[in-house]
């Protein structure tokens, strides 16, 4: 009977435990792996493959004569990213502006739990860029290097789910250009902001906002604030974002250094992110 006794009041101590580990998940805090045009810090499970089209048309300001840009020159990119494990993920991709060609790595540092026993979520994400047009746009050609190709571009991600419906991410952010025509600077930082907020079952909307803290040493030159607002709507093998934003460029390095449509004169474009997942 003691031996019965110990072994019931043993197993009502022990259960709880298990209970708490089992109920204890991490939570999804963005539906992919991109927001807008910045990463967010979910990664794709192990295993898994997912094909990224990023499309950008020309701005609204001509109103009809280019069916409010979509007769415009476009932008696109397509990406491809693979989970080596649950959170480590490296992608690749190839853009139409600046014939560019990137590679990248994230990592999942920290996982926001269900529990509230981690309260964030934190990811390390970087990227390196080709720019393929021709040497003759990178200055005198006696001073020509391939390596002046190469730009980088380095976020720490952090982002926490309020709620079941409301997420919100900051990102600082570091870029790096090899070469840039004079009166940029190579180094440049800035933050990124971003948000989602889901409204009806898979619907959402999302937004994004991105700042360059440095000034160039030509004024002319300094970057215009970036901000995007969409809708989205996923499942469990596609993703699907709608949105508006102020930049035509896809990859981060070009646009917080290089945009200039401005939000206040409602320089926007119309643009779509699609995400396949296999």
């Given at each position: 009977m003691r031996k019965i006794i110990a072994s019931t009041i043993l197993a009502l101590l022990i259960t709880p435990l298990f209970s708490q580990e089992s109920t204890d998940y991490p939570v999804r805090v963005f539906e992919t792996s991109i927001l807008v045009d910045n990463q967010t810090v979910a990664t794709p499970f192990k295993g898994m493959l997912e094909f990224e089209i990023h499309h950008r048309f020309g701005t609204v300001n001509n109103g009809i004569d280019d069916l409010f840009g979509l007769w415009a020159p476009a932008n696109i990119r397509l990406g491809l990213n693979y989970g080596i494990t649950d959170k480590l993920m490296i992608a690749a991709?190839?853009?139409?502006?600046?014939?560019?060609?990137?590679?990248?790595?994230?990592?999942?540092?920290?996982?926001?739990?269900?529990?509230?026993?981690?309260?964030?979520?934190?990811?390390?994400?970087?990227?390196?860029?080709?720019?393929?047009?021709?040497?003759?746009?990178?200055?005198?050609?006696?001073?020509?290097?391939?390596?002046?190709?190469?730009?980088?571009?380095?976020?720490?991600?952090?982002?926490?789910?309020?709620?079941?419906?409301?997420?919100?991410?900051?990102?600082p952010t570091f870029i790096w250009l090899n070469a840039v025509e004079v009166g940029y600077k190579n180094a440049n930082y800035g933050i990124s902001a971003g948000a989602r907020y889901n409204f009806a079952g898979s619907h959402s909307i999302i937004a994004e906002y991105d700042q360059l803290f440095n000034k160039q040493d030509n004024e002319e030159f300094n970057a215009e604030p970036q901000l995007a607002i969409g809708w989205e709507v996923g499942t469990a093998t596609h993703a699907f974002q709608l949105f508006f934003a102020n930049y035509k460029d896809i990859l981060g390095q070009y646009n917080f250094v290089y945009n200039q449509n401005s939000i206040s004169d409602g320089e926007f474009l119309i643009g779509l992110n699609v995400t396949v997942r296999f």
């Open positions: 991709g190839t853009a139409k502006n600046y014939r560019a060609q990137d590679l990248a790595v994230k990592y999942a540092l920290l996982q926001q739990t269900s529990s509230g026993s981690v309260p964030v979520s934190l990811t390390l994400y970087g990227n390196m860029a080709i720019n393929l047009l021709n040497e003759n746009t990178f200055g005198p050609a006696h001073d020509w290097r391939e390596i002046h190709r190469l730009s980088y571009f380095s976020q720490i991600l952090v982002a926490k789910q309020f709620g079941e419906k409301f997420s919100l991410q900051l990102a």
